[in-house]
């Protein structure tokens, strides 16, 4: 892979497009498969109910929570780590998010306002437990992100197509990404391009051709927010890079 290879077409915090090049679809799907299922973050797992008389089922409060996103340090923890915290709520009122309490001040909910239950009264919630660092091919409440990838689009022009043709062409496209400037076509974003076919079936093949490139792909991301678009993929590198290792190493050890 060529320096200059990756552009971050677009990063808006927990989502982000990723344009890599001089790569393969294994390479790519290898990249995606271990952010999601191999990033390590962490989801409460164990947990001690001591009271409960509320509507709520022990597991389904307990099932709730351990679904519930937890922001946390990358470099800090790791596969395994545990943080305690408590949760101790009294009727009449809605309890949220918010009122999960954990022993470290770096370690917090995403979101304070997920509902957990209602209680009336006279009722009362008192849970403690351990979030762990775990990891998405054990359980879904540890994926990271959903992450999926495309091809980028090639595109092969005609330099002589006519003035009206280059028109119907640029007006065929949904997505606006082509434009007649002086006496010629060109793409303005490449990277949008959803390869839907229609420029060539208004236009011809002769006229203008899209094509996947098989070494160029777009990443599209969206992180749980528990640790960024970036810090996910930094992590998954490491991952690979650690395995190609050992795989390295085990091979020349079976020479
Ligand atoms: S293939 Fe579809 S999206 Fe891509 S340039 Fe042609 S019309 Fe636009």
Request: proline letters at 2%; charged letters at 25%; aromatic letters at 4%.
């Amino acid at each position: 892979m060529a320096r200059n290879a990756v552009k971050v077409l677009q990063d808006k915090g927990n989502t982000a497009h990723v344009l890599i090049k001089g790569t393969s679809t294994a390479t790519i799907n290898a990249l995606r498969r271990v952010s999601m299922s191999e990033v390590p973050i962490l989801a409460i797992e164990e947990l001690g109910i001591y009271e409960n008389n509320g509507v709520l089922f022990d597991e389904f409060l307990g099932h709730r929570l351990g679904l519930i996103p937890i922001k946390m340090d990358a470099k800090g923890y790791r596969l395994g780590d545990k943080v305690k915290f408590s949760l101790d709520a009294t009727g009449p009122g809605t309890v949220y998010s918010s009122e999960i309490k954990f022993n470290d001040a770096v370690v917090d909910v995403l979101d304070k306002k997920i509902l957990l239950t209602k209680l009336k009264a006279d009722q009362r919630i008192r849970i403690e437990g351990e979030a762990v660092v775990g990891i998405g091919k054990d359980h879904a409440k540890y994926q990271p992100c959903v992450i999926g990838f495309r091809a980028l689009p090639t595109f092969t022009i005609n330099d002589t197509i006519d003035a009206n043709t280059m028109q119907k062409i640029a007006a065929s496209c949904p997505v606006k990404i082509i434009e007649v400037k002086g006496k010629k076509l060109s793409i303005t974003q490449e990277a949008d391009c959803t390869l839907c076919g229609a420029c060539e079936e208004v236009g011809g093949s002769q006229n203008i051709q899209v094509d996947a490139d098989d070494t160029g792909f777009i990443l599209m991301m969206e992180s749980t927010g528990a640790l960024s678009t970036k810090e996910i993929l930094h992590t998954a590198c490491e991952i690979i890079s650690t395995k190609a290792d050992e795989f390295m190493e085990q091979i020349k050890e079976g020479l």
